[in-house]
């Protein structure tokens, strides 16, 4: 009896039949899901500023990008950093997909340096590096837990002899640290822990001795993440269209699976290594490098939309 988490790491992960690991179509107007750097030259240019202000007050050399997609966010960013910052800015990609790392390689080519993982990548650069990410959080598998009379219980899948879905839950346990634990949550809810994530962060920031990383995704705080979601924010994307339910079972491997992000459990998580300098909302963080006469520009600043439905975390290495 998989846990969600487990269900959810093969159907993105698997590296014959996950969704990261085919041929991947699913970035971009005729895909399943597009970023807001595809739609705009805005977040690059305001990643840009940011990462030649971080490299000049940290002394740092080297540029990391985690999870770069289809490299253009990269690209983009470093055709936007001064020139004098540019020609001395090594430039790193971690990417664990090789379809997608290919498509990176035939865009950057000889602009950067691949790594399959974040360990790989902080032994080039000495443990000292300026870090970014967008939309990397939200691509982990999430253990799912509802509130019930007898506390909080994970979710369990069960299939049948035709390998239809049915969910259970699991008796009490242990659960993994989360802030949304530490809210007020009424009995029926239903929560998302990142603990995929938690795991891989804690297993490389031992190994970052400078920096600052900048971490760009979908989400809220603890306190606000589930406000009007009793089911959660468990969802799928196919050719645009979000899927909720049972149709996020239909056709694994096929299909985008995501939840929002609770930026407290980030801040907590990495709070032995890191300092959090800011956590703004997206339209604060590009409002800078918006262009006020282009439309998708100012959708990006929308407060109602992406603009406030993205945060932007920026922490800075601290003392160990």
Not at 100 to 123: I, K, V
Not at 241 to 256: F, T
Not at 289 to 300: E, F, I, K, W
């Amino acid at each position: 009896m998989p846990r969600f988490d487990h269900f959810m790491h093969r159907a993105m992960h698997d590296p014959e039949h996950g969704y990261y690991a085919r041929r991947i179509v699913g970035i971009g107007r005729r895909g399943d899901f597009t970023t807001a750097p595809m739609l705009s030259a805005a977040p690059a240019r305001a990643i840009a500023a940011w990462a030649a202000r971080a490299l000049c007050e940290s002394g740092c050399r080297d540029l990391i990008e985690i999870g770069p997609g289809e490299g253009t966010l990269a690209a983009a960013v470093h055709r936007a950093l001064p020139w004098h910052v540019r020609w001395r800015t090594r430039l790193h990609l971690v990417e664990s997909s090789p379809v997608l790392a290919a498509d990176q390689q035939r865009l950057l080519g000889r602009r950067a340096r691949w790594h399959r993982d974040m360990p790989a990548a902080l032994a080039a650069c000495a443990g000292r590096a300026v870090i970014f990410s967008n939309e990397l959080v939200d691509a982990f598998p999430v253990r799912r837990f509802q509130n019930t009379a007898e506390g909080w219980r994970e979710l369990a899948l069960v299939f049948d002899a035709d390998h239809r879905v049915r969910e259970v839950l699991l008796p009490p346990a242990p659960m993994p640290p989360s802030s949304s634990f530490q809210q007020p949550h009424p009995v029926g809810q239903w929560i998302e822990v990142h603990d995929s994530y938690r795991e891989w962060l804690t297993a490389w920031l031992p190994a970052w001795h400078a920096g600052r990383l900048l971490t760009i995704d979908y989400g809220a705080t603890a306190a606000d993440l589930y406000h009007r979601r009793p089911r959660g924010t468990l969802r799928a994307y196919l050719c645009h269209q979000r899927l909720e339910g049972p149709a996020i079972y239909d056709i694994p491997g096929r299909q985008d699976l995501t939840a929002d992000v609770n930026f407290t459990d980030l801040t907590e998580w990495s709070a032995p290594w890191c300092a959090a300098s800011s956590l703004l909302p997206f339209r604060e963080f590009i409002q800078a490098a918006a262009d006020p006469s282009n439309p998708t520009d100012q959708a990006l600043l929308n407060e109602h939309g992406a603009g406030t439905a993205y945060l932007v975390l920026d922490q800075s290495r601290s003392a160990p």
